[in-house]
C-alpha cells in the first residue's frame, strides 16, 4: 500500500478573547471587540495504516505560525486529505491563518470529509464522529471536562493542559481512521489508486486488485454503465462504476487470460 498517501488530521482551536459589558441572549459582540484573535492550538495527524500519530502545538506565545509551516509541508505531500468536517472547518481554518501568517498555502486540495460521507450516504441518529465511532464499535473520544481546559491552556498557558488536548485530539485521529475504513467501501472512491500505481480502470480503485463485475445500467440519454466490486470481499469490498469502453477492455482481459 505504499503507493497511497492518505493523510487523517484533526486540528484544535482557541476561542476569541473580547471584551464585553454583560452576558445575555441576543446580545452583538463585534469584530472589533475581540483584543485576541483565535489560534490553531495543536494539529495531529497520521498516515494510512502507520501507528504513529504525529503532533504540533502553538508555541509559548500561543503562536501557531511554525505550526503551520510544518504541518502544510505534511499536508501537500498527501493525495487525499481526510477529515470530520474537513472541508466546512478545519481546511478553512488552517487557510485563514496561513493567510494572516503569510504562508504559502495550496487553494485546494483533494479531501475526503467524513462528516458529508455521513450526512449524504447514511441516516445516523447524529453525525458527530464520537457517535458515529461508538455506534461503529470502533472506539470514542477522550474527556475533556469541558471548556475548562480550554481556559487552562488559553489563559493559563497550563503545559499538562497542553499535553491533555494534544491527547485528545490525537485519540480524534485514530478514530477518524477507524470510522473511515467502515465507511469507505459503501462511498464513491475520490481516488483511482488503481491508476495511480500503473493499473486499469476496471481494477480496484481502493486496493488496486482484480474486479469482479456485477451490473449494467443505462442513464437517461443512453450511456453506458458498469458496477463492478473488489474481488477481495473480505478486505476491501469496495465498488466503482466503469464506462463502456473499460469494459470491452477489461472481457479482453479476462479473454486473454482464460486461454493462456
Known amino acids: 500500500m505504499d503507493y497511497r498517501k492518505r493523510l487523517f488530521f484533526d486540528i484544535e482551536t482557541s476561542p476569541n478573547i473580547g471584551v ?18 483565535r489560534a ?17 502545538h502553538w508555541d509559548k506565545n500561543n503562536s501557531d505560525k511554525k505550526l503551520l509551516k510544518e504541518f502544510i509541508k505534511e499536508l501537500e505531500k498527501a493525495d487525499e486529505a481526510i477529515a470530520h468536517n474537513g472541508d466546512r472547518f478545519d481546511i478553512k ?28 450516504g447514511f441516516n445516523f441518529n447524529s453525525n458527530k464522529l464520537d ?17 475548562d481546559l480550554w481556559k487552562k491552556v488559553c489563559l493559563e498557558k497550563c503545559p499538562s493542559s497542553l499535553n491533555q488536548m494534544v491527547e485528545y485530539c490525537k485519540q480524534d485521529v485514530v478514530i477518524l481512521e ?9 462511498s464513491k472512491p475520490k ?18 486488485k482484480l474486479g469482479n463485475y456485477k451490473s449494467m445500467r443505462t442513464t437517461a440519454h443512453g450511456t453506458i ?14 465498488q466503482w ?20
Request: charged letters at 25%.
Open 241 to 260: 462504476t466503469i464506462n463502456n469502453k473499460t469494459y470491452i477492455d477489461f472481457i479482453r482481459f479476462k479473454f486473454n487470460n482464460a486461454i493462456k
Open 20 to 37: 464585553f459589558w454583560r452576558s445575555g441572549f441576543n446580545l452583538t459582540i463585534t469584530p472589533y471587540d475581540i483584543i485576541q484573535e
Open 131 to 147: 457517535y458515529i465511532a461508538q455506534f461503529l464499535g470502533v472506539g470514542k473520544k477522550l474527556e475533556t471536562g469541558g471548556l
Open 191 to 208: 481516488t483511482n489508486y488503481a491508476v495511480l500505481k500503473g493499473g486499469d480502470k476496471y481494477e480496484c480503485p481502493e486496493c488496486g
Open 93 to 120: 481554518w488552517l487557510r485563514t491563518r496561513a493567510l494572516f501568517h503569510g504562508i504559502d498555502m495550496n487553494h485546494t486540495y483533494d479531501t475526503i470529509d467524513t462528516l458529508k460521507w455521513a450526512k449524504s
Open 178 to 186: 477507524k470510522v473511515f475504513q467502515k465507511l469507505n467501501p459503501y
Open 225 to 238: 454503465k458498469h458496477r463492478m466490486q473488489c474481488s477481495d470481499r473480505t478486505n476491501c469490498r469496495k
Open 40 to 56: 490553531i492550538i495543536c494539529v495531529c495527524w497520521k498516515w494510512e495504516g502507520k501507528d504513529e500519530v504525529h503532533s504540533l
